[in-house]
């Protein structure tokens, strides 16, 4: 829970940007993209309108789980460089107002969503709310190292949302994109922890860096990777795959292989000394990685609707 100490001590004005920053727009915007390829990949026409309102509601649900992420959390997050600045921790917006706005949030995204589209796809969302902020904020974040591995599944759900919010229901289509976040998840957050030093450990986040140490982080960064290139050429095998979605999951899988190759070959000493420039280059092209499959997906998508492929 948080710490009123802390935040009473940093109490200032809320600005707009505040409450903006409340709803972590970076993660909005991948939920945003992700949401709204697995609207237009999936096999069923939707009404622009239906479908604009569709990724709004799943948009404000994301932005719901941020803030109640940030409730949660805010006595972690004042003692993270990377955190200290978000508006609970810093005390611009209080604890009791993220809650407050978190949950009026997610219930009218919800609601929305089912009248919208239909309750599969608004079941989808209320679940993936409900993981991220119990299920990882509340309980796995702070107590196991695989906090991340299986947190992963809240920002997975969102392809899979947005195809039932066309469809009515889920195919195995819509599961494998979700693999895809899934397991670029561990790897994607694993190279930050790395560079992150400290940040986690003075928090107390049992992150694999601290519980298991750098050397079986990297190890992991591998392993995980090595498991994501099949998931994502799968993915390319099925109805939604195509040529352009191939060639990019050739491309991209190759290159994140061989990054993972250079973490886990690292030397501690080596990547303090070079201020972990391998560990930020590898978190940067995961960046990429991710909004290049699934730009992949809608150009296959739309070469299909003009009876290219």
Do not use: C
């Amino acid at each position: 829970m948080t710490d009123a100490t802390i935040i009473e001590a940093r109490e200032g004005e809320a600005r707009f940007g505040d409450y903006v920053a409340l709803l972590k727009p970076r993660v909005m915007s991948l939920v945003v993209f992700t949401a709204l390829a697995g609207l237009l990949v999936a096999p069923a026409s939707i009404h622009p309108m239906i479908g604009f309102s569709a990724i709004l509601f799943i948009a404000i649900g994301a932005g719901a789980s941020g803030a109640l992420n940030m409730w949660w959390d805010a006595d972690i997050d004042a003692v993270m460089r990377r955190t200290s600045k978000r508006p609970v921790p810093a005390g611009r917006v209080g604890a009791d107002e993220a809650l407050a706005i978190g949950i009026a949030l997610s219930g009218m995204s919800v609601v929305m969503l089912a009248l919208a589209t239909n309750l599969v796809a608004a079941g989808l969302l209320a679940f993936t709310i409900f993981f991220y902020a119990v299920i990882y904020t509340m309980w796995l974040k702070r107590w196991t190292p695989q906090n991340i591995v299986i947190g992963g599944a809240a920002g997975a759900f969102p392809p899979v949302i947005g195809w039932a919010a066309a469809t009515g229901s889920v195919s195995v289509e819509a599961w494998l994109m979700f693999a895809l976040i899934f397991m670029w998840t561990p790897p994607h957050f694993w190279a930050l922890a790395l560079f992150m030093k400290s940040d986690y450990d003075d928090a107390g986040v049992p992150m694999l860096t601290v519980t298991h140490g750098r050397k079986a982080t990297r190890a992991h960064i591998l392993i995980y990777t090595a498991i994501l290139a099949p998931a994502a050429l799968a993915l390319g095998l099925t109805s939604i795959g195509g040529p352009v979605y191939l060639a990019v999951a050739i491309l991209m899988n190759g290159w994140m292989l061989i990054g993972a190759a250079r973490i886990w070959r690292r030397d501690e000493a080596v990547a303090e000394t070079d201020k972990y420039a391998v560990e930020k280059s590898f978190f940067r092209f995961s960046l990429y990685y991710l909004f290049a499959h699934f730009a992949a997906l809608l150009a296959d998508a739309a070469l299909r609707s003009g009876g290219i492929v």
